[in-house]
């Protein structure tokens, strides 16, 4: 990672320890974030984004952060070692601690670990799950690059981090378990055939 990058990753980290709000690259789409433990930095995220009735996707970096938002049952737990660090995100029972804020009242969250240098650095070095909702306001398109964010995201935010273009430019592919069997939620990044291929290898 360049310096000028790491310089960026861990200015934006400190502004996530600060209760801040930051955007960042992941492998899919550019991301808005900020600590999911803190509800009112979330709010302030889903205000940006003009989206506060719809619950938002977290990012984590290893697997003791999934256990801080999340209790996945044993199906789970083995598609998260199959499909991450990945462009899949997977609904699972939220943790008691997580603010209801994130996932709107739901009693399920969105999980993923991306698979992306700058997003990983930034969620170690943040010390937090990360929140992971796309950057942009609701309804638009995600934005693959810094420069396709909107001007007035930008403006709002306390930090942002310039990875250059994502690599797929989609956003990740949503998914839950039913008894063990794989059922999309949104399509993204990755196909079905894709994520069933790698959960059978």
């Given at each position: 990672?360049?310096?000028?990058?790491?310089?960026?990753?861990?200015?934006?980290?400190?502004?996530?320890?600060?209760?801040?709000?930051?955007?960042?690259?992941?492998?899919?789409?550019?991301?808005?974030?900020?600590?999911?433990?803190?509800?009112?930095?979330?709010?302030?995220?889903?205000?940006?984004?003009?989206?506060?009735?719809?619950?938002?996707?977290?990012?984590?970096?290893?697997?003791?952060?999934?256990?801080?938002?999340?209790?996945?049952?044993?199906?789970?737990?083995?598609?998260?070692?199959?499909?991450?660090?990945?462009?899949?995100?997977?609904?699972?029972?939220?943790?008691?601690?997580?603010?209801?804020?994130?996932?709107?009242?739901?009693?399920?969250?969105?999980?993923?670990?991306?698979?992306?240098?700058?997003?990983?650095?930034?969620?170690?070095?943040?010390?937090?799950?990360?929140?992971?909702?796309?950057?942009?306001?609701?309804?638009?398109?995600?934005?693959?690059?810094?420069?396709?964010?909107?001007?007035?995201?930008?403006?709002?935010?306390?930090?942002?981090?310039?990875?250059?273009?994502?690599?797929?430019?989609k956003p990740s592919t949503v998914i839950e378990l039913v008894d063990g069997e794989v059922r999309v939620v949104r399509e993204g990044a990755w196909s079905l055939e894709e994520i069933r291929s790698r959960l059978e290898s």
């Amino acid at each position: 990672m360049r310096l000028k990058l790491h310089k960026a990753v861990a200015k934006a980290a400190e502004a996530v320890a600060r209760g801040g709000v930051v955007v960042y690259p992941t492998e899919t789409v550019y991301g808005i974030g900020c600590r999911v433990f803190d509800a009112e930095a979330v709010e302030r995220v889903k205000t940006i984004k003009r989206r506060e009735e719809k619950p938002s996707p977290v990012l984590v970096s290893d697997f003791d952060q999934l256990d801080e938002v999340a209790r996945p049952n044993e199906h789970e737990v083995e598609a998260c070692y199959r499909l991450w660090p990945g462009p899949v995100t997977i609904i699972m029972e939220k943790a008691p601690q997580l603010p209801p804020v994130v996932t709107a009242g739901k009693p399920t969250v969105g999980v993923r670990m991306p698979a992306n240098a700058v997003a990983l650095t930034l969620i170690q070095k943040s010390n937090t799950p990360l929140l992971g909702t796309s950057a942009n306001i609701s309804g638009k398109p995600a934005a693959t690059s810094l420069g396709l964010v909107e001007p007035e995201i930008i403006k709002l935010v306390d930090c942002v981090v310039d990875g250059g273009r994502t690599l797929y430019g989609k956003p990740s592919t949503v998914i839950e378990l039913v008894d063990g069997e794989v059922r999309v939620v949104r399509e993204g990044a990755w196909s079905l055939e894709e994520i069933r291929s790698r959960l059978e290898s």
